[in-house]
């Protein structure tokens, strides 16, 4: 596949940074990223009208919901140690009530902790970890955490880079993932160096450019 085209954006001209995309930077933000095979999936929370009495319903099934999942955690913590595999599952569903019911500083613990247990079960560089550091994306974004995102960004870059060792074109939509929140975080102002961000920027640009032009090569000699 060519590109040809370049996404400029004022920090991008500023910094000097630029990038080969196929799509602009926010669409690439919204990129889905490989799910955690949990139940996650068959639990729902309907949107709902805004009226005292179905609110006050939500609240409650979500937390007859948290009260199930803790006493669910418990049980397996019990039977099958702390980090039995099926414990980390649960969390992230945990997790998520938590955020639902406004609780984000217990829902981004419950998320490191789903993590951690999923690593020690699943290895380092297993890819269904992209689910939940997505969610710890989005949580300390809630929280205004954002040495904690700029983390959980480059976390998610290194973690691809093992995944997909193997197959460099995998890695170009997460290198613009990681440059757009970089600019974002110079023009918004939410780090303190704005020179060093825009050089990791810089660098994670050429990188995703190199990719790119390498395709552009294979594809015109394959013609």
């Not at 949580?139 to 904690?148: A, P």
């Not at 160096?193 to 810089?202: I, P, T």
Request: net charge neutral; glycine share 2%; aromatic share 8%.
């Amino acid at each position: 596949m060519k590109v040809s085209k370049c996404i400029l954006r004022p920090a991008c001209l500023a910094f000097g940074v630029f990038i080969l995309v196929s799509k602009p930077f926010f669409a690439l933000a919204q990129t889905p990223s490989n799910t955690l095979a949990t139940d996650a999936n068959n639990l729902s929370f309907e949107k709902r009208a805004p009226n005292k009495l179905q609110a006050s319903t939500h609240q409650q099934e979500l937390f007859e919901t948290q009260q199930y999942l803790e006493q669910k955690i418990s049980d397996i913590e019990a039977a099958n140690g702390v980090h039995h595999v099926d414990v980390s599952t649960h969390l992230f569903i945990l997790a998520q009530i938590y955020r639902e019911q406004g609780d984000k500083v217990k829902a981004r613990n419950t998320f490191e902790r789903s993590l951690e247990v999923h690593r020690m079960n699943h290895g380092l560089y297993d890819a269904s970890q992209f689910a939940i550091v997505e969610e710890l994306i989005a949580t300390n974004r809630l929280l205004e955490s954002w040495i904690d995102v700029n983390s959980n960004y480059e976390y998610l870059y290194w973690l691809h880079r093992r995944v997909y060792k193997d197959d460099e074109n995998k890695l170009i939509d997460i290198l613009n993932r990681v440059v757009n929140w970089k600019i974002e975080a110079i023009e918004r102002q939410l780090l303190g160096d704005r020179e060093s961000l825009a050089k990791q920027a810089r660098n994670l640009a050429n990188k995703a450019n190199k990719i790119i032009r390498s395709n552009n090569i294979a594809n015109e000699q394959g013609e």
